[in-house]
T-cell receptor, first 114, second 118 residues
Framework: GAVVSQHPSRVICKSGTSVKIECRSL??????MFWYRQFPKQSLMLMAT?????????EQGVEKDKFLINHASLTLSTLTVTSAHPEDSSFYIC??????????FGQGTRLTVV | AQKITQTQPGMFVQEKEAVTLDCTYD???????LFWYKQPSSGEMIFLIY??????QNATEGRYSLNFQKARKSANLVISASQLGDSAMYFC???????????????FGQGTRLTINP
């Protein structure tokens, strides 16, 4: 099946710094990828839709300037959490669709801001 | 209004028993898709099963089957012969609109934590 790889799986950063998370589709091209956020013991909430070659579409309430998304190629989307604060600590997970009906997810990134 | 509702926060089942995880949905679209994902403690989202709104037969994937009752807007997941490794969070999700029209976002339910007891 299709594989989506997300890196890093865990990251700890200092408050005020920026963190970049990568999401790669390994064996298919993904014109669209999705970024989700999951707080402990809660469901996944869509943050933004990442479109190759164009601007991302953000969900209501998600700060565009804090969560920068770049989809530079058909196999790579990046999420940069800028000027991270402790409240940004969460589990971030991406997904990509390979043209069929299934959406495949990356392994997720657990971000801790100290 | 919630688009996906999972009413069971937690379930405890004996090993080898069958278990049904409930999921109801709300949409005005005629074309939509319903998914079930398993999330173990590691955090990854593992795709289990998919049901399209126009699929006449209930989807099955090995020990997983989806009890699709369209009129009731219900898409329950049935796991037969449960195993210890089935212990995880299970999420029901919906995609609104036809799947062939490119990628659409998924809306997730709150999840059910399933624990299989030996």
């Amino acid at each position: 099946g299709a594989v989506v790889s997300q890196h890093p799986s865990r990251v700890i950063c200092k408050s005020g710094t920026s963190v970049k998370i990568e999401c790669r589709s390994l064996d298919f091209q993904a014109t669209t990828m999705f970024w989700y956020r999951q707080f402990p013991k809660q469901s996944l909430m869509l943050m933004a839709t990442s479109n190759e070659g164009s601007k991302a579409t953000y969900e209501q309430g998600v700060e565009k300037d804090k969560f920068l998304i770049n989809h530079a190629s058909l196999t790579l989307s990046t999420l940069t959490v800028t000027s991270a604060h402790p409240e940004d600590s969460s589990f971030y997970i991406c997904s990509a669709k390979n043209g069929r009906v299934k959406a495949f997810f990356g392994q997720g990134t657990r971000l801790t801001v100290v | 209004a919630q688009k996906i509702t999972q009413t069971q926060p937690g379930m405890f089942v004996q090993e080898k028993e069958a278990v049904t995880l409930d999921c109801t949905y709300d949409t005005s679209d005629q074309s939509y898709g319903l998914f079930w994902y398993k999330q173990p403690s590691s955090g990854e989202m593992i795709f289990l099963i998919y049901q399209g709104s126009y699929d006449e037969q209930n989807a099955t994937e090995g020990r997983y089957s989806l009890n699709f009752q369209k009129a009731r807007k219900s898409a329950n997941l049935v796991i037969s012969a449960s195993q210890l490794g089935d212990s995880a969070m299970y999420f029901c999700a919906m995609r609104e609109g036809p799947g062939f029209q490119g990628a659409q976002k998924l809306v997730f339910g709150q999840g059910t934590r399933l624990t299989i007891n030996p």
